[in-house]
């Protein structure tokens, strides 16, 4: 994918301009001459806020497609399969779908071992794109229930009154029950007769025993914030 950045720069008729190494400085003083093909060298450096600090100048910059080819090309090492933290840290609060979205291959890559870091960060983009995505993998039974509780844990379950809507369904039907105990031991929204009455009958009536003690934990929880 890199080309497609070269090739982008060569025709800004930037290439012959670009630094081999830039800090934090540089970043700032070449935003504000617009030469973006200087800000991206910055996700290329070795020092993590260098690259967190170039990602976070570029996520200001609409309408130009290098911005968003630069995060694509190194969000996620080619070789690995390692998704860039710094980078991903950078978009935090963003709500760049366009930017966000490069990051979406890491999440089925076997070879990922921090999935449940990327997820969080990637919800953490406030990127809407992520949330429906995420709320997709949920409410997919293809999916593995590693995958699914990880989701959930990554989210605020109750945000809205929809998004509580949909974890009470999922935790009362959802066929694994990894699923279920994820989402009761953190289903603290209201100390409501409505939500009292649901987790007292997922903690009374659910099948597994790990399901029903992680309604236990959530009604405890919610026994002390109301005392």
């Known amino acids: 994918m890199k080309y497609a950045l ?20 540089d970043i700032s003083a070449n935003m504000v001459l617009q030469r973006y093909n200087v800000v991206c060298k910055g996700l290329e450096m070795r020092d993590a806020w260098t690259r967190e600090y170039a990602t976070k100048q570029l996520v200001t910059v609409r309408d130009e497609e290098l911005p968003i080819q630069c995060v694509c090309d190194f969000a996620i090492d080619e070789e690995s399969g390692a998704w860039d933290e710094s980078i991903l840290k950078g978009l935090a609060g963003s709500g760049r779908s366009d930017m966000a979205e490069c990051f979406l291959p890491a999440m089925s890559d076997p070879r990922v071992e921090n999935r449940a870091e990327l997820i969080s960060a990637l919800v953490a983009t406030g990127a809407s794109v992520m949330v429906e995505h995420m709320e997709s ?4 039974s293809t999916e593995s229930p590693e995958m699914r509780a990880e989701v959930v844990e990554s989210l605020a379950l109750c945000e809205s009154p929809e998004r509580k809507e949909m974890m009470t369904q999922l935790m009362l039907e959802a066929d694994a029950p990894l699923i279920r105990a994820s989402i009761a031991e953190r289903f603290i929204c209201d100390e409501s007769e409505e939500h009292i009455a649901t987790m007292t009958h997922v903690a009374t009536n659910d099948p597994e025993g790990s399901v029903r003690a992680a309604a236990l934990k959530a009604l405890d929880r919610l026994d002390g914030a109301g005392s």
């Open 137 to 140: 993998i949920i409410n997919d």
């Open 6 to 25: 070269a090739l982008l720069i060569a025709l800004t008729g930037c290439g012959d301009r670009t630094p081999a190494m830039v800090d934090v400085n």
